[in-house]
T-cell receptor, first 113, second 109 residues
Framework: IAGITQAPTSQILAAGRRMTLRCTQD?????MYWYRQDLGLGLRLIHY???????GKGEVPDGYSVSRANTDDFPLTLASAVPSQTSVYFC????????????FGPGTRLTVL | GQNIDQPTEMTATEGAIVQINCTYQ??????LFWYQQHAGEAPTFLSY??LDGLEEKGRFSSFLSRSKGYSYLLLKELQMKDSASYLC??????????WGAGTKLIIKP
């Protein structure tokens, strides 16, 4: 692995189902983030983690949960998906030598029907 | 509230120069970022400004005026591969990034 990976690449999900989006980085970055990107809107922060073992709420946290058991992994869970959660989800990380810059994973395109 | 404004779309000609503006109103300021995002791909980092002035990096330059809440991204010698969305983001007092909706740049031959 080099950088950040996300899985799955895309998913179609029935409303009410539970779904976990996976994110893994191998850069030993302390901070990780989950964003959603919707047409016509800027990236919106869902949850973040400044270091392993800690998490925080972003701008749009409702309906989502995260955990940060170790440095590398930062999964995002939708407990009961709703159609308004249809979006492209990006995971990002920052830290290391260049602490200011966030680096993004390839994204997960999620459709909730 | 916090707000980042960018034009929705711009068109330019291959080989020309284009300037993409960004104005912001945020609770605190701890730096401004520009990212490039090709359709269907992830955003990638272009530049970072925290002090007033111009930062040059090859064909791309970014300018910041903190007193005016204003930045621009200047792209020179445009190439077809520069067709993408350009995202402006400001790091606020909580050290979180506030993102603009992005400017879609269309390059014509």
């Amino acid at each position: 692995i080099a950088g950040i990976t996300q899985a799955p690449t895309s998913q179609i999900l029935a409303a009410g189902r539970r779904m976990t989006l996976r994110c893994t980085q191998d850069m030993r970055h302390n901070a990780m983030y989950w964003y959603r990107q919707d047409l016509g809107l800027g990236l919106r922060l869902i949850h973040y983690s400044n270091t392993a073992g800690t998490t925080g709420k972003g701008e749009v946290p409702d309906g989502y949960s995260v955990s940060r058991a170790n440095t590398d992994d930062f999964p995002l869970t939708l407990a009961s998906a709703v159609p308004s959660q249809t979006s492209v989800y990006f995971c990002a990380s920052s830290g290391g030598r260049d602490t200011d810059t966030q680096y993004f994973g390839p994204g997960t395109r999620l459709t909730v029907l | 509230g916090q707000n980042i404004d960018q034009p929705t779309e711009m068109t330019a000609t291959e080989g020309a120069i284009v300037q993409i503006n960004c104005t912001y109103q945020t609770s605190g300021f701890n730096g401004l970022f520009w990212y490039q995002q090709h359709a269907g791909e992830a955003p990638t980092f272009l530049s970072y400004n925290v002090l007033d002035g111009l930062e040059e990096k090859g064909r791309f330059s970014s300018f910041l005026s903190r007193s005016k809440g204003y930045s621009y991204l200047l792209l020179k010698e445009l190439q077809m591969k520069d067709s993408a969305s350009y995202l402006c983001a400001v790091r606020d007092s909580n050290y979180q990034l506030i993102w603009g909706a992005g400017t879609k740049l269309i390059i014509k031959p």
